[in-house]
């Protein structure tokens, strides 16, 4: 099992593609939150500084981060599509590692990748979070903090997605292109033709309905570091946003999801000559 991960490890690193993406992807969160938190807008009722704020941030970081899980998408596909160009999958057969052996492998890569993700967004949410909370105590700190877990999955079901289309058409710049319109045009107009009801359950608007967009008339008015606070202004309440699947139902679906993308790669490569 070790050799496994240090063999993962050591490709990824002569890959200059997977720096350049990591990279980006860090400088790209980085910067959003940055710059969001210099903007200064204050009207009665409205301050994006509680947005920094404990417990908003564990909302807020999280949906951020999720807008770039796309390239952490698009870094697995590069990964895996380089298996193939370089028939290092069919070399590592030939040398002895069975072909479970490559998806465990590249499932400790998914898992470290999504750890990372998460890593970030807790060091940014921590630091920013610290500067900006007034009157900090313990309750309002842990809560919500359950959000990161959440975008752990988010950021494991996207890739485990992308590792999916790699194996299955075995090209970098077609799985790259067909993820992208997938999650982009695909989906959404497929949906179109389902009820309300039933669209909420389609594999990219589970995954992206774990970190959705946050009340922001609620979060901007302070109303949510207050739990006692009943009178909150709440967007689905008001009927401008649908109303989601609960959160740990989300999460189950999302788990679901990932476990057959999982599998079904698995299969594929089972199946395939290498």
């Not at 939150?33 to 999280?62: A, K, R």
């Not at 774990?210 to 609620?218: A, G, H, I, R």
Request: glycine share 4%; no cysteine.
């Amino acid at each position: 099992m070790k050799s496994l991960i240090l063999n993962e490890f050591t490709k990824i690193w002569s890959y200059g593609a997977f720096r350049i993406i990591i990279l980006l992807h860090f400088i790209l969160f980085f910067l959003v939150v940055l710059v969001t938190s210099q903007l200064d807008i204050t009207i009665p009722g409205f301050s994006t500084d509680y947005l920094y704020q404990f417990p908003n941030i564990w909302e807020f970081f999280p949906w951020v981060a999720s807008w770039f899980n796309l390239l952490l998408a698009i870094l697995i596909i590069v990964i895996t599509g380089n298996e193939y160009t370089f028939r290092t999958f069919r070399q590592h057969v030939i040398d002895g590692l069975s072909r479970t052996n490559l998806l465990t492998g590249k499932g400790f890569l998914i898992a470290a990748i999504a750890i990372y993700s998460m890593l970030m967004v807790l060091l940014f949410s921590l630091l920013f979070g610290f500067i900006f909370t007034r009157d900090l105590t313990v309750a309002v700190f842990v809560k919500k903090t359950y959000m990161l877990l959440v975008y752990f999955v988010q950021a494991l079901a996207y890739m485990s997605a992308g590792f999916l289309l790699a194996i299955l058409f075995r090209n970098t710049a077609l799985a790259i292109v067909l993820f992208i319109l997938y999650r982009l045009i695909i989906e959404p107009v497929v949906r179109l033709f389902f009820q309300p009801e039933v669209r909420l359950f389609f594999p990219m608007k589970v995954i992206s309905n774990l970190t959705p967009m946050p009340e922001f008339l609620s979060i901007s008015s302070g109303n949510q570091t207050d739990p006692g606070n009943v009178d909150t202004l709440n967007l689905r309440e008001m009927g401008i946003l649908v109303e989601d699947l609960p959160v740990y139902l989300n999460l189950l679906l999302a788990l679901g999801y990932t476990s057959l993308f999982i599998f079904l790669a698995w299969l594929l490569l089972k199946k395939r000559n290498l």
